[in-house]
């Protein structure tokens, strides 16, 4: 959890993704009633790195950061600024050094048709490759 902790400090504190989304950057999934634009993170999948005699400490983290607004316009100014924030992101927060953070790929969903899901909301998923320990 301190990855996702730490993920989500880099996303408070950069300016630019504060000015959008303020603290409405949640794990999992968005409560019900909150406002839009918003942030949600989760980890997809994670594995440590292995040596021959032991692990080596070094984790490889797949992050998924959904970029979430009412218009598509919105959704893909929120898409820059995690973007901003994260590529190439390398420094050491709650506990975690993340040494490498790269963008691996971007899927864009438009819910306005989805049965079940939130009507009129566009959505990016974002899926980030995370080297840390």
């Known amino acids: ?3 996702e902790k730490a993920v989500r400090s880099v996303l408070i504190d ?3 993704v504060a000015a959008l989304v303020s603290a409405r950057v949640y794990p999992q ?3 019900m009633g909150t406002s839009v634009p918003a942030l949600i993170y989760h980890n997809v999948h994670g594995a440590t790195n292995q040596a021959l005699a032991t692990q080596g400490g070094i984790q490889r983290t797949r992050l998924a950061i959904e970029c979430i607004d009412s218009t598509y316009g919105g959704t893909k100014t929120l898409q820059s600024a995690v973007e901003g924030a994260l590529i190439n992101y390398t420094g050491t927060l709650e506990g975690e ?3 490498s953070l790269r963008l691996e790929s971007a899927v864009e969903i438009d ?3 989805e049965p079940g899901g939130e009507f009129g909301f566009f959505r990016i998923i974002l899926d980030f490759v995370i080297w840390h320990q």
């Open 111 to 113: 819910e306005t048709n």
């Open 97 to 99: 050094t993340i040494n």
């Open 14 to 16: 950069d300016a630019t």
């Open 29 to 31: 999934r968005r409560p």
């Open 1 to 3: 959890m301190s990855l």
